[in-house]
């Protein structure tokens, strides 16, 4: 017999948590089935882990700079990779713990630990237990995805996940995939003294920003001492004594003592029995949602990860919301109503939101471009940070934000003065007219948005 719910959260990730205890807040009772660790990647594998040790990277970096500020440290800095991920799981563990009591705490929620899998289109067996209920809300995330590639599982790999849990530096770490997760682990391994290669297979990193973007970021960590080897063509694997060669499609080789795979994600959908529930997914696996997060079968939801409609923890949480508001206040909130909004965590971080230039141009519209680039800016050069720059691109008819772009010192804080304001509908001008706050590297926007001009 099953054991009934008004509502059963599958993964305990960055909405699931949140939804159930709203939902329980509105007298609801609640299943949430985790099957291994609460917070799901962001808490456990993901923003807080890495951040953490992004945090210690730059450490060992601005402490190798202290001569340029005239402070001296006293010799050479070491570095303690037992130490730095012990600091790593002590924050991320702390993060998890909180959710836990948490959820255990909260009335109308019972927390569960097993995998679930459908059974029908409203029950979710748990191991030997079964539940029905009928709302059903996946929040199952995703993981690295593994192509297959020649002698790549003979040879061994390290993933996002399984590289955190390193406690020495490796001698040469080859990172396969030039975008966004492979390019924190190449700047902040290589600030921990490991040699680095990363190797891409497009003709530049982070391919879906503009070219000026990718080559300035190719630059600062060619400036550090990453090698980066684009075009790469198709890739092979092969061990050769402790060491792992990675042959490139043009028959040169890079060696190395450690591999990571980065090159993008993959839902965790493929063990959930959703063919028992008539869920529909992609062909990469993605739940099929409407722009309310509902699926093709009445009363079952996706959100985070799982859907494709979002890569990040803040989407996740936004999934949530737009949930919560539409179920419990009558609102009417859609994917549809956000912007694009994230960053990229090097050292100078990238803060994205809106269309790229690219993007703007393809769209057919007319528009304005800006860039300034951050030695210009007078926080950056008092803090001694000055590569980057920042740039916006703007509707040429109405004077709205399109898009922006700050890569530079604190470009993943500064970047939500812009997102407000395309948010808002405040136009170029306005911005224009503001008075910020001085020194700060936001204090820009506004002479930012006065040098706008036609694209050459």
């Known amino acids: 017999m099953a054991t009934r719910f008004d509502a059963i959260v599958i993964g305990a990730g960055q909405a699931g948590p949140s939804l159930a205890a709203r939902l329980a807040g509105a007298g609801w009772s609640v299943a949430i089935v985790e099957r291994h660790l609460v917070g799901g990647t962001c808490v456990n594998v993901g923003c807080t882990p890495t951040k953490a040790m992004v945090a210690s ?15 001296g440290v006293g010799g050479s800095v070491t570095i303690d990779m037992a ?32 995998h679930a899998r459908f059974a029908s289109p409203h029950e979710v067996a748990v191991g030997d237990e079964l539940l029905t209920a009928p709302h059903i809300f996946l929040n199952v995330g995703g993981r690295a995805a593994v192509p297959e590639m020649p002698g790549l599982s003979e040879t061994g790999y390290l993933t996002n996940s399984s590289i955190l849990d390193l406690e020495s530096v ?8 030039g975008s966004y997760i492979g390019l924190e682990f190449a700047q902040m391994f290589r600030r921990f003294g490991a040699e680095v290669a990363v190797i891409e297979t497009a003709p530049r990193l982070i391919a879906r920003e503009d070219e000026e973007v990718s080559g300035a970021v190719q630059a600062f960590l060619e400036d550090e ?3 980066v080897r684009l075009d790469a063509g198709r890739l092979s694997f092969e061990r050769q004594g402790d060491e792992v060669a990675v042959v490139l499609g043009d028959g040169s080789v890079e060696t190395g003592s450690h591999v990571l795979l980065a090159v993008g994600r993959r839902p965790n959908t493929d063990d959930l029995g959703l063919d028992k529930a008539g869920v529909a997914t992609d062909e990469r696996g993605y739940v099929i949602v409407d722009d309310e997060l509902k699926t093709n079968v009445e009363g079952v939801w996706a959100l985070g990860d799982c859907n494709g409609r979002g890569a990040f923890t803040h989407t996740a949480y936004n999934d949530f919301e737009i949930v919560a508001a539409n179920l419990l206040d009558g609102d009417d909130r859609r994917i549809s109503d956000r912007f694009p909004v994230y960053a ?20 057919g519209r007319p528009y304005k471009v800006a860039t300034r680039p951050m030695n210009r800016v ?22 709205l934000i399109l898009g922006a ?43 930012l948005m006065g040098d706008l001009k036609p694209p050459a």
Do not use: C
Request: hydrophobic residues 35%; proline residues 4%.
């Open 57 to 71: 990277a730059y450490a060992a970096h601005l402490a190798r700079r202290a001569g340029e500020y005239g402070v």
């Open 83 to 114: 130490r730095i991920k012990a600091r790593k799981d002590e924050i991320a563990g702390q993060s998890r713990r909180n959710n836990e009591t948490w959820l255990e705490g909260t009335d109308g929620v019972t927390l569960l630990r097993g």
């Open 170 to 177: 490796p001698r040469r770490l080859l990172v396969i995939g």
């Open 225 to 227: 001492g990453v090698e």
């Open 344 to 363: 990229l965590y090097t050292d100078p971080p990238l803060g994205r939101v809106g269309l790229t230039e690219a993007q703007a141009r393809a769209s």
């Open 378 to 399: 007078g926080r950056a050069r008092e803090k001694g940070e000055t590569k980057g720059f920042m740039k916006a691109v703007v509707d040429a008819e109405t004077d």
């Open 405 to 447: 772009a700050v890569l530079g010192v604190g470009g993943d804080e500064a970047i939500h003065g812009l997102l407000y304001a395309i948010q808002g509908g405040m136009t170029a001008d306005e911005i224009r007219r503001t008075t910020p706050i001085h020194p700060t590297v936001a204090e820009l926007f506004p002479t």
